[in-house]
Each structure stands twice: as structure tokens, then as C-alpha cells.
């Protein structure tokens, strides 16, 4: 997944750990503040609020793998008036 801007969101059941493959991001997990780059990764536990916002030029890209009893997103707790992932952020 490609994301240049995510807004506020959370989810009921997965657990995600992100890997950042190319790009850099600032991830807030809850109210803890994280800058990564390249090969670097972040966890985010069960029902955490969490935030990822892209300040490079370059597109961030990440690998987000779920874990729990209903990994996907049709849980998504999602604040839609701050967010924009995938391409819709490239336009």
C-alpha cells in the first residue's frame, strides 16, 4: 500500500504492524509520536487510535500485516474528512 496522508482511525479487532518500505512517516500511536524511515517498523496494538501522515516528498509505502480474530478493514474507526490513502493521494 502506497499512503501519502491517513487521518485518525482505529480498529476493533486486528492488531497491524507496519514496515515502511520506501518514504518515511510519522505514525502517533494513541498519544506517542514516531518517525520512521526505510526498513523500520511500528506496532499498533488492539483498538489503538492511530495516526500516519507522510512528510516527504515521496510517497510513503508500507507493508501492513493484521493479526487478531477479524484482520481487514471492514472495522475501520476512520475520521473520512482527514484521510487519503492509496491513489487518491498521488492527484
Not at 34 to 41: A, D, L, P, Y
Not at 46 to 52: E, P, Y
Not at 59 to 65: A, K, N, Q, Y
Request: glycine share 10%.
Amino acid at each position: 500500500m502506497s499512503y501519502q496522508f491517513i487521518g485518525e482511525f482505529g480498529t476493533h479487532h486486528p492488531s497491524e504492524h507496519w514496515i515502511v518500505v520506501q518514504g518515511t512517516a510519522n505514525i502517533t500511536t494513541d498519544v506517542e509520536g514516531q518517525f520512521v524511515t526505510e526498513n523500520q517498523s511500528v506496532y499498533t496494538r488492539l483498538a489503538a487510535v492511530h495516526r500516519m501522515e507522510n512528510l516527504g516528498k515521496i510517497p510513503t509505502v508500507l507493508i501492513e500485516l493484521q493479526s487478531g480474530r477479524n484482520p481487514g478493514e471492514d472495522d475501520i474507526l476512520q475520521d473520512e474528512t482527514r484521510c487519503c490513502r492509496g491513489q487518491e493521494a498521488m492527484g
